[in-house]
């Protein structure tokens, strides 16, 4: 609303004040002389009756108002403000007449966010793309040899079936990962409402993968206690497989050790069970910590292809926790080890 009362204002502000987005109406003289509440609070700072570019400094965005009041045609067009954070507008600016005086209304939309998942959605599709391609050359090039010059070397041929079985294994982990990623973005906004035993999954995770540890020279240590959250239990096993399985192949020890080990907790503390998994390995560079559940990042990504990684994992988890209204703690100090926490709430039945 306007300060002072001013006949066209009141009338104006009646009008911008139904709009759900941010609208700002300013005179010839590009004075700002009117915003709804939406625009108040995207920008705190604005005042009345001052000069817009006091508040506003976007070049396009002030030559579009001039444009506008010069021959009164709407025009769109796009503004990135980068303080205090970078932020991307979609501005309309249309003028208006009030007792013959022209005036511009501009109608602000947030873009920011339809941009940021514009941008995923291509470095997703490129990533993807890039990882099955990889495989998938390599095989290309294995069949073409074993149908030309080792045709009939049956030790070539050996050698080349095994490296080519696992790079299909390798695809095929890296499909059955997006199918996963894909399945649970479409339910991540409805809760699961089924019972789950977290140390029950604990145990039957300890249990598939304790022929791996062996080969890792891991210790596998299982610390739980009964806790009953609110889950789907093949999801929740997903999550712990993925966690247990990373802690086991990125710490495993050095050649002269003779062991590590991996700890795997479960317990319950304010409303929340949580299933904690913590290594001995080489730990994680703080500014890595915030990426580590991105699609496709990789701290060490020749180590992770290395080891069957399709750099999926952690998202997988991230995602499965947000449909369950959980959440993901991570801790880790290079050389000593990490912890990842996975939270869910408890089941109150």
Not at 172 to 184: C, G, M, N, P
Not at 202 to 226: C, F, G, K, N, Y
Not at 323 to 347: E, K, M, Y
Request: aromatic share 4%; hydrophobic share 45%.
């Amino acid at each position: 609303m306007t300060d002072n009362f001013d006949p066209v204002a009141t009338i104006v502000d009646s009008l911008i004040d139904a709009m759900p987005e941010p609208v700002l109406v300013v005179d010839r003289s590009v004075r700002l002389i009117a915003a709804n509440q939406p625009a108040r609070t995207m920008f705190p700072l604005m005042k009345l009756k001052a000069p817009l570019a006091s508040s506003l400094r976007a070049v396009d965005l002030h030559d579009a108002i001039a444009r506008v009041f010069a021959t009164g045609a709407a025009e769109d067009v796009s503004w990135l403000d980068r303080v205090p954070v970078e932020r991307l507008f979609q501005v309309h600016v249309a003028a208006f007449y009030s007792d013959e005086a022209r005036f511009v209304a501009l109608t602000l939309h947030d873009a920011t966010e339809s941009r940021r998942l514009e941008q995923a959605r291509v470095d997703f599709v490129a990533n993807a793309s890039h990882e099955l391609r990889t495989p998938l050359a390599s095989l290309l090039g294995f069949i073409e040899t074993l149908q030309g010059p080792a045709r009939g070397d049956s030790v070539a041929r050996e050698r080349f079936l095994s490296i080519m079985l696992e790079q299909a294994r390798r695809m095929a982990r890296l499909v059955d990962d997006l199918l996963s990623l894909s399945r649970i973005e479409q339910s991540l906004h409805v809760q699961p409402r089924a019972s789950a035993d977290l140390a029950g999954i604990a145990r039957h995770v300890r249990d598939a993968l304790t022929p791996l540890a062996r080969e890792s020279r891991i210790r596998l240590e299982l610390d739980t206690r009964e806790t009953m959250v609110r889950g789907d239990r093949d999801e929740l096993l997903r999550v712990a497989e993925n966690l247990v399985e990373n802690a086991i192949k990125y710490s495993a020890p050095d050649m002269d050790q003779p062991e590590r080990r991996v700890w795997v907790e479960v317990g319950a503390r304010e409303g929340m069970g949580f299933l904690a998994v913590r290594d001995e390995g080489p730990g994680i560079a703080p500014e890595n910590i915030p990426r580590l559940t991105e699609r496709f990042f990789r701290v060490d990504v020749g180590q992770s292809r290395a080891k069957g990684g399709t750099g999926l994992g952690l998202a997988l988890v991230k995602h499965i926790l947000a449909r369950h209204r959980g959440r993901l703690g991570i801790q880790a100090t290079p050389g000593r080890g990490a912890v990842f926490t996975a939270c869910v709430p408890l089941d109150a039945k």
